[in-house]
């Protein structure tokens, strides 16, 4: 149970990682759309993960089954599988490395459009 937990829980940084909704005048959120997540279209980590590495199209449409989620090809895009992810992600620096270059590439190098970075 530990391992599904941290598995989940390292999985799910990474789904969201550096990624920001902004903030309409009235405080609230925009809706939750395909570029608030990262995709990962790894034919692997689709089979093991319930196509749940189809994250943004899990976020704009959170009532579609998971045998019909899509890929977007305009949604952020992993570098590497989920097992992999994890992997990294247990290393921060490295994980930082590998992560922040493709956040910032993400939205055109505006920081405001950024969960905070250490960088």
């Not at 992999?84 to 247990?90: E, F, L, Q």
Request: proline fraction near 8%; charge should be positive; include cysteine.
């Amino acid at each position: 149970m530990v391992i599904s937990v941290m598995a989940l829980s390292s999985q799910n940084y990474f789904a969201h990682y550096g990624l920001l909704r902004q903030k309409r005048p009235n405080g609230k959120y925009v809706p939750c759309q395909p570029e608030h997540s990262w995709n990962c279209n790894q034919l692997v980590t689709n089979l093991t993960s319930y196509n749940l590495a189809r994250h943004s199209d899990h976020h704009a449409h959170p009532t579609r089954h998971y045998q019909n989620l899509r890929t977007f090809k305009d949604a952020p895009q992993l570098p590497f599988g989920y097992m992999a992810m994890n992997m990294i992600g247990y290393v921060p620096p490295l994980f930082r490395r590998v992560m922040d270059p493709r956040v910032l590439a993400n939205v055109d190098g505006d920081m405001s459009k950024v969960l905070t970075l250490d960088m």
